[in-house]
């Protein structure tokens, strides 16, 4: 697996139409990063040649699916914090205790 900087990189190329390993490079060695060209390589390699428009087609299909499965869970996590929302707040009078930090000295009189 590689990190999403090189495959960043490798789209940011792609739009220019030039996704080769030195484009790839250059992208990451101008905002700083430390380049590992092997990495590099397996990027360019294992995207070479694909439309990338349509892996990430396929990629939105497969987050959509995993997302519908997810948010019956998340509705019921939603409706927690609404039902506690509806309940009226009781208000909290907090007592005002009078302190006599310095009891009527201070500390370089």
Known sequence: MYELKYLAA?????????????????????????????????????LDGKDVQALIAAG?????????????????TAAAPAAAAAAPAKKVEEKKEESD?????????
């Open 10 to 46: 490798y789209l940011l190329a792609s739009l220019s139409g030039n996704a080769n390993a030195a484009s790839v490079t250059k992208i990451l060695q101008s905002v700083g990063v430390e380049v590992d060209a092997a990495r590099v390589e397996t990027v360019c390699k294992e």
């Open 60 to 76: 939105k299909s497969k987050v959509g699916s995993v997302a519908a499965a997810a948010a019956p869970a998340a509705a019921t």
């Open 101 to 109: 930090d310095d009891m009527g000295m201070g500390l370089f009189d």
